[in-house]
């Protein structure tokens, strides 16, 4: 199979490369451009794939330390930069630009990092947030404040030519040393079922913030640079006016998106079409990241709130299934591309740098994060366990970096540090994370464990399991006739989240039990809908009784299956 | 959910004062005042998809409530109707009692749509005892109207 592999790949590159080199080798030449494109775009997507499979599987880490790295062995700082026989031209050339990779494949990265964040927004837990608002704020407020005045105040001490707090690179490293990607925590806690405990709705409430203020900073940081690299010196009236346009921006929309979401979805329903809905949403998304940096801010900062505003419609769930092939094809994109940034060279010079201002940034988060959860309730164990959650990074502190990169903002060097601090957070946090929620509760407090708003519960008991699932794919189809939303969670389980406007139900399918959770207002319709399924089950048994011979009828189906010919 | 609700109730599809005292009846003559009303195309075929889905289950509830229903290719997009019957008729409630407010709807079968969510939400207005009061005290089409807009 590996022989296969190898073969394969060998003959694919040859007859790409060579397809390439018959081209013509006019640099303006659309289709030698375009041809160029694909081809690296090809190593890329199998590079990052192939990589990312490596590191999961066998090293039992997260995919995209795989892409990374791919990225950093293929790019132009690495293997990318050899020439290759048959192209007379390396496959990655280091482009003597701000960007050493071409304005095409970068593109494509910058169109990744508007479907993760819109992705981002999308799967934003409002109502956790707005449950656990409180604390979840001071948590998220205190990891971000912390981790940009130590981010920003380790450049100033140890960057040589960084000499001020409002440089725009010790902004920058500020900013990068801000953004949580609590996907890791996530799935962790998720594992280990402790995503609904009162430390992991913290995260997730802290998460929230956390994104929203690291996005305003970004924008906020944006505008500074620019201002600085057109010759002005810091000008603080104007920095206020950026500021209040950044927050302004994302205050606008992110408010004018909640609350015309329910219109907007609505209007989206007209299209009849899933798959429609989920192109518009997407093209939406785009559209107010143009506008986002039209307004001198970041792209993604119009991404996130366009998926933010959505993430309250019933659409949610099938917006992210619709969109996943597209996420899964251009995020390990994104990764790659990213990794490919990286320049070794640069790195030695700094790789003390790096590992302080990693040490920095863990250190903010813990303390940051775990100071206000000691001083809202939590333990000591608990306020630790909300600071590790809180510290992977992810795509969000590489788009950053990629801003900082693209605007000059930040060096080659700084680029390096901001995936040092990627690399070393992602794979510190884990066992970290694991090994803090062992043994007893979090809690100090018990004022903070609030209960659940009161709901009710069908449950209903078949015979078999096999019934159950049949009334289970039936009350299903009927939620779905009645223009419900219907999102399995995932393959392993029988639980869906069946959603319409306000109206929001689970259906659980344990064994030969069907259980049906949802508010007490929302009763009648489930009662109504599980009856009428039912006496539909009851009429086709009865069709069933009336066959007048089901046994001579399977005897007939299955007679001559073995005879001889 | 309220606009449908709004949208398929009109002063038009409301009887104030049912005549028949039999199940087949009432349901009978909500179809024909839909006919009448020029909202449906085809009564009998309206008529046989209410009384197949009565012979699966009565659709009598509790506290004097029916919701007869039923799904046809007969029409285009979800009608309802609301009637009462100031007597009361046997429709076979669950609690033995007669019913006396009836919440009628036909939607198409090969279309999707609100159909139970409707009842679901005219019911939930109905479990109000004060609701309920107020649709069989009303002396007009517009109260009963005003109650189940509301």
Known sequence: MRKFFITFFMTLGWTGISAWASSSPQENDMGHLMTRLVLQLAVVVISARFFGFIVNRYLKQPRVLGELAAGMIIGPYALGSISLPLLNQPMFPRLEAVLPVTPELYGLAVVASIVLLFMAGLETDLPTFLKFSAIGSLIGLGGVVLSFVLGDLISVLLLPGVDSFMSSTALFMGTLSTATSVGITARILSEKRKLASPEGVTIMAGAVLDDVLGIVILAVVVGITKIQSSGTGVEWGKIGIIALKAFGFWLFFTVMGILFAKKLSKGLKWLKSNDAIAGVSLGLALFLAGLAEMAGLAMIIGAYVVGLSLSQTDMANELRERLHGVYEFLVPVFFCVMGMLVNFATLKSILLFGLAFTACAVFAKIFGCGLPAFLSGFNLRGAFRIGAGMLPRGEVTLIIAGVGLASGAIGQDMFGVAIMALLIASVITPPILIRSFEGSSGIRSKKLIKEDDKGCQIKLEFPSIHIAGFIRSHILDAFHSEEFFVHRLNLDSQIYHIRKDDVFITLIQDKNIIRLNTAFENKQLASLIVAEEILELKELLEGVSKLQSPDNICEELVTGLFKEE | ?150
């Open chain 2, 1 to 150: 959910m309220k606009k449908t609700i709004k949208k398929a109730l009109s002063c038009d599809n409301i009887i104030l004062n049912l005549k028949s005292e039999t199940k087949q009846g009432v349901i009978e003559e909500m179809i024909s005042h839909l006919k009448s009303c020029g909202l449906l195309r085809d009564k009998e075929g309206a008529l046989k998809a209410v009384l197949e889905r009565e012979k699966k289950m009565s659709t009598g509830m509790e506290n004097g409530i029916a919701i007869p229903h039923g799904k046809t290719d007969t029409v285009d997009s979800l009608i309802a109707a609301v009637a009462i019957s100031r007597q009361g008729v046997d429709f076979e409630c669950i609690d033995g009692k007669p019913a006396r407010i009836f919440i009628m709807t036909i939607s198409p079968l090969s279309q999707t749509g609100p159909h139970i969510q409707f009842l679901a939400e005219v019911s939930k207005l109905l479990r109000n005892p004060g609701a309920r009061r107020e649709i069989l005290n009303a002396i007009k089409v517009e109260n009963v109207l005003k109650v189940l807009k509301r």
